[in-house]
Structures are given as structure tokens and as C-alpha cells.
């Protein structure tokens, strides 16, 4: 993560060229470069581990342990200069997700949870006690694609009943709710290497994450 950072940190606020990918999402030089990087330490480290990453997809799939990546969640955060995003590692052990990071290199926040605990930067964190909607600090990434995936109607009446509704999102979001301060965070649609490395540090921080209906993430 560290290592992978600094390729990132070299190319934030560059202008650098923005390629699309087949389904239309932003990519960068960072994304591919940060995750070459990480790859090729992983499989000289863990030569029998395998690896699934957003930019360059699955190495060895039938591995019981399993290194799930994304380089820059949040890249079109990362394309506007603005700090939302993240680096995300996961490792999975038989499917099961043992322990994750979100690293922001630019912030220098390295966190990262196993499941029982949270760490920022080497120091426990914790999700806040909230008991009531009307206290509570709602966040999303992208208000557009809940109308496009799921029901806005829902949606609406939950931003409704919260104090404070913000689109702050991508894993920076889990960011801020592990570590207090926000309560909510909702995205509608999310791929394996945006989630897995959530699932041990919102745990890890005493929180709940499911999929968008309340279900466990991995069924």
C-alpha cells in the first residue's frame, strides 16, 4: 500500500490522460501503474496466493488465499484533484475476507481491519453510536446511479429522515463511517474489489455492512 501510494501521489493533479475502460468508467495511467506494482510484490511475496484486481482481473482463482485489489477506488474523484478516494486491499481466505485497508495516500490515512478490530494509523477506531435516523449522517457516492440501479423513491425517503445527507462516497465514505463520522454509507451497485476490503474494517470498527437489501455481502 505504501509503496503503491507513491505512484499515485506522483500523478495526482498532473493532468494526466483519461482512457475508458469498455464499460465506460474512467482509467489512468495511476490505476494500472499502482497496480502492476502491487501484483508483482504480491506474486513474488505469495507465489501460490491468488489475486483478483480491478484493472488487469484474476491470477490464480482456485487459490485459497486470494489478494482482492483496486488500485484507486474513487478514480474520478482522483481525476478532479479532489482526495475521495482510496487504494483497497483485501486478502481472502477460502472466500472470506480476513482482512482489508483503505489506504489515501495523499492524506497519508492508512486503515485497516481485521474483522475484530480498526486501526488508523496504528491507533483503534471505532464506528460512533447513533440510535436514531434523525441523528444520523447519510453518504453515497453517486446519487444518479441509485435512480439507475435500485428505487429512488426509498432512497429519497431515507435522506428525508437523517440530519445530514452528503455525497461523499466511494471507499472514502466507509472511511468516514469506521472512523465516526458519518453513520450511513450507501452505494447501489459494487463489484468484488470495491466491498472486500469494507467487510473486515467496518467489522473490525464495530459496525454492520450488507449487501443494498440488508443481506450478508458474500451470498
Known amino acids: 500500500a505504501d509503496e503503491s501510494g507513491k505512484i499515485i501521489k506522483h500523478y495526482w493533479r498532473t493532468?494526466?490522460?483519461?482512457?475508458?475502460?469498455?464499460?465506460?468508467?474512467?482509467?489512468?495511467?495511476?490505476?494500472?501503474?499502482?497496480?502492476?506494482?502491487?501484483?508483482?510484490m504480491i506474486m513474488k511475496k505469495f507465489p501460490n496466493h491468488g489475486i483478483l484486481g480491478e484493472e488487469f482481473g484474476e491470477y490464480n482463482p482456485n487459490a485459497g488465499y486470494k489478494w482482492v485489489l483496486d488500485p484507486i477506488d474513487g478514480t474520478k474523484s482522483f481525476i478532479c484533484g479532489t482526495v475521495t478516494f482510496g487504494t483497497l486491499i483485501a486478502l481472502l481466505k477460502n472466500g472470506e475476507p480476513i482482512l482489508?485497508?483503505?489506504?489515501?495516500?495523499?492524506?497519508?490515512?492508512?486503515?485497516?481491519?481485521?474483522?475484530?478490530?480498526?486501526?488508523?494509523?496504528?491507533k483503534q477506531v471505532h464506528v460512533r453510536e447513533c440510535n436514531n435516523l434523525s441523528d444520523a449522517v447519510l453518504l453515497t457516492t453517486d446519487q444518479p446511479n441509485i435512480e439507475k440501479f435500485r428505487s429512488i423513491k426509498n432512497f429519497d425517503s431515507l435522506v428525508h429522515k437523517v440530519k445530514l445527507y452528503r455525497q461523499w462516497g466511494d471507499c472514502y465514505g466507509?472511511?468516514?463511517?469506521?472512523?465516526?463520522?458519518?453513520?450511513?454509507?450507501?452505494?447501489?451497485?459494487?463489484?468484488?474489489?470495491?466491498?472486500?476490503?469494507?467487510?473486515?474494517?467496518?467489522?473490525?470498527?464495530?459496525?454492520?455492512?450488507?449487501?443494498?437489501?440488508?443481506?450478508?455481502?458474500?451470498?
Open 15 to 40: 493532468g494526466i490522460t483519461v482512457e475508458s475502460k469498455p464499460d465506460q468508467s474512467p482509467v489512468t495511467i495511476a490505476d494500472k501503474k499502482a497496480e502492476e506494482f502491487m501484483r508483482e
Open 100 to 122: 482489508g485497508v483503505i489506504n489515501q495516500p495523499i492524506l497519508n490515512e492508512f486503515l485497516y481491519g481485521d474483522n475484530h478490530t480498526t486501526e488508523l494509523n496504528g
Open 174 to 219: 466507509y472511511y468516514l463511517v469506521a472512523t465516526g463520522y458519518a453513520d450511513i454509507m450507501i452505494d447501489p451497485i459494487m463489484n468484488p474489489w470495491d466491498f472486500m476490503a469494507l467487510i473486515p474494517i467496518i467489522r473490525g470498527a464495530g459496525g454492520t455492512i450488507t449487501d443494498y437489501y440488508g443481506n450478508d455481502p458474500l451470498k
